[in-house]
């Protein structure tokens, strides 16, 4: 007998929960990935690959103990996207990332996740001053990264895809 | 808390153990040549990671998924066998990979007997498929061991056309199946 079991983390923002991946995510994943707005992310795809991504986010957080979230609305548990960190094989160092399905885009829900997600890691999975990859044709993340206060560090690619590799803040330097 | 009990199961020969990233360098030489035509390969480095991470998540998801597959003789991994239905799948499934280093000793047979006794006994299936590459000729051998029938050809949206091999019943097991010939 093996017990695979990890803690995931449930997160409150003001407007968001970060939770474990559920099944019943599966079909705004499924929806977005199918979508053109999934093409920094590893999209389009159909939505037997995306009940793949849905199993590998999820077997890597049983992997790594670190992994996305699914990012609900606390006032009705939708799910409007993904935010956490990723290190499968492929990555230079762990990475923290991002991405809203549509609709949800424009209110600064990415921004909310993504500093709740990033505080996170740095108090509880010592990842601190991680990178992002982002495409460099995909305008609305780098802005998010400057929003951030990332800084953009070289030109670099993960597996195997030319990404700007941008240097999130040491946390301790944040105050 | 999110996580899954993945039981170890044992054969003759073999122990059947949750899949870990040790097992990775194996799947990774192996998917990184033709050998692999038949189980969705060749991949690449971080396909094949991320297929290591699929199983384990397809554990958590479903209950049930694939085992890792250690010679008890020598400790070292030899493939894995499973049970396997993610979405968009025909049937829950009986699967089975061995590396090349595995291949031609019945230790496919030999875990996925425990794999389907697992399924029926343990997680109540009343039938279970193997999806087969047409060419793939050893695991048609295997299927044939196990008792299992041609079915029909089914056009995987993923994978092509490919064979539906029907396996022994949980009845026909009782009644006479394989088991009581071996």
Do not use: C
């Not at chain 1, 939708?78 to 990332?97: I, K, N, T």
């Amino acid at each position: 007998m093996s017990l695979f079991s990890v803690d995931i983390p449930l997160i409150e923002t003001e407007r968001l929960i970060l939770r474990a991946p559920r099944e019943d995510d599966f079909a705004a994943l499924a929806a977005f990935l199918a979508s053109d707005r999934s093409r920094f992310v590893g999209g389009p795809m159909d939505a037997p690959q995306a009940f793949r991504s849905l199993l590998a986010s999820l077997g890597h957080w049983l992997l790594r103990g670190y992994g996305m979230w699914t990012i609900a609305l606390r006032q009705d548990d939708a799910p409007v996207g993904r935010v956490g960190f990723l290190y499968g094989e492929g990555w230079d160092e762990p990475e923290l990332g991002w991405h809203v399905f549509s609709g949800y885009e424009g209110q600064g829900l990415a921004f909310e996740a993504a500093l709740a997600a990033r505080a996170h890691g740095a108090a509880q999975f010592g990842l601190t001053g991680v990178i992002s990859y982002i495409d460099p044709a995909n305008s609305r993340s780098l802005a998010l990264a400057r929003r951030l206060g990332a800084q953009f560090e070289r030109d670099g690619a993960v597996i195997g895809k030319p990404a700007q590799v941008w240097r999130h803040p040491k946390l301790e330097a944040l105050a | 808390m999110t996580g899954t009990t993945i039981p170890t199961l044992e054969t003759a020969r073999l122990i059947l153990r949750a899949p870990q990233e040790s097992d990775f360098e194996h799947e990774r030489d192996f998917y990184a040549t033709e050998a692999a035509r038949f189980v969705g390969g060749p991949k690449q480095p971080h396909e094949t990671w991320r297929m290591l991470a699929m199983m384990l998540g397809h554990w958590a998801l479903r209950g049930y998924g694939f085992w890792a597959l250690e010679d008890k003789a020598t400790g070292t991994y030899q493939g894995r066998v499973g049970l396997w239905f993610p979405y968009g799948w025909s049937e829950r499934e009986i699967g089975w990979t061995l590396m090349p280093h595995g291949q031609g000793k019945g230790f496919a047979t030999e875990a996925a007997e425990a794999a389907r006794a697992y399924a029926y006994d343990t997680l109540g299936w009343d039938t279970a498929i193997s999806q087969i590459a047409a060419a793939n000729d050893a695991s048609k051998a295997v299927a044939r061991r196990l008792g299992a029938h041609f079915e029909r050809i089914y056009d995987d949206p993923q994978y092509g056309p490919v064979e539906i091999w029907r396996h022994l019943s949980p009845s026909d097991l009782v009644n006479g199946g394989m088991e009581a010939y071996a």
